[in-house]
Nanobody, 118 residues
């Protein structure tokens, strides 16, 4: 049974930090590109960050570049999103996604809520 389970969301003040985790099971994690997306109320889901299968290359949306860092641990089958300097425009449900390299297979997690408020 494939599972992607996100955790680490919560309420934080502007300028604060959170670290999201996404634990994968039920598939061969090391063969999958991992990405984070987010969706705010009334908006479309948007790409946040991605990391290649070996962790060697990372990409970020312009809106989070320099503040967020994506990482993965292929032994623990976990993907992380370190979010620093959180802004009022960052609140959303954050989702992790696994994309099979060279295939159309993809899996989504259930999401974790991030709220930024003073």
């Amino acid at each position: 049974q494939v599972q992607l389970v996100e955790s680490g969301g919560g309420l934080v003040q502007p300028g604060g930090s959170l670290r999201l985790s996404c634990v994968a099971s039920g598939f061969t994690f090391r063969y999958y590109v991992m990405k984070w997306y987010r969706q705010a109320p009334g908006k479309e889901r948007e790409y946040v960050a991605g990391v290649t299968i070996d962790g060697g290359r990372k990409s970020y949306a312009e809106s989070v570049k320099g503040r967020f860092t994506i990482a993965r641990d292929n032994v623990r089958t976990t993907t992380y999103l370190q979010m620093n300097s959180l802004k009022p425009e960052d609140p959303a449900v954050y989702y992790c996604k696994a994309e099979g390299q060279g295939s159309s297979v993809e899996y989504w997690g259930q999401g974790t809520q991030v709220t930024v408020s003073s």
